[in-house]
């Protein structure tokens, strides 16, 4: 891995047409984001493209529980699941870059959302609700979308969530029309002497 080239790294740059940045001295990338922005697969292509160690919120809560997210919330509840991510997000290294893939809803806590900018430079993947809708096709499988009306719930849900992910955010992408490596790309290419890969 390019250690060197990292860590002249000084500073996060932005190209207007998709976004933000107020970052410097970025260590690791962190994807964050509502369901359906494709943040797991994303996450890969930077894994693949960069060389860096990728770590995904959710598998490693999975993992240890030995259960799916589903069953995590149905059988613990949503309150002890948010602790579960915050326990996750202490437990990642520090001491090397990686690639940081987080639940949609990790930005309700505000300790969640100082960690994560202690990780590394934070990027939004974002989209309308229209696209979202499109890209989340089984509702049901969505632990918090298993309501009556899965759908006003979808809706409640992002109206509440997206002021958070704004405020998180170093970076905004818009994911609407693209695909997992053209998102993987844009986020690269406004990153300054990104080391990509080996």
């Known amino acids: 891995m390019k250690r060197q080239a990292w860590q002249r ?27 359906g922005t494709g943040k797991s697969l994303v996450g890969k292509v930077l894994e693949q493209r960069t060389g860096f160690r990728r770590f995904d919120t959710d598998e490693i809560i999975s993992s240890k529980l030995r259960m799916v997210i589903e069953k995590i919330f149905s ?26 893939v987080t639940g949609g809803g990790i930005v309700l806590r505000s300790e969640n959302i100082d960690l994560l900018k202690g990780l590394g430079a934070v990027v939004w993947l974002d989209a309308d ?3 979202l809708r ?61 080391p990509v890969g080996e």
Request: hydrophobic share 35%; net charge negative; glycine share 2%.
């Open 129 to 131: 609700e229209a696209t």
């Open 75 to 100: 059988t613990h509840g949503e309150k002890h699941f948010r602790e579960l991510e915050t326990e996750t997000l202490l437990s990642l290294p520090t001491e090397e870059p990686t690639i940081i």
């Open 134 to 194: 499109t890209r989340i096709d089984r509702l049901s499988d969505r632990p918090l979308l298993q309501t009556a009306n899965p759908e006003a719930t979808l809706s409640e849900l992002l109206e509440a969530r997206q002021p958070l992910y704004r405020s998180a955010a170093d970076l905004r992408v818009d994911i609407s029309q693209k695909n997992p490596e053209q998102i993987a790309e844009l986020i690269l290419k406004n990153i300054s002497d990104f």
């Open 9 to 35: 790294m000084s500073t996060f740059h932005c190209r207007s047409s998709i976004a933000y940045c107020r970052v410097s001295s970025a260590r690791s990338i962190v994807l964050i984001g509502f369901m």
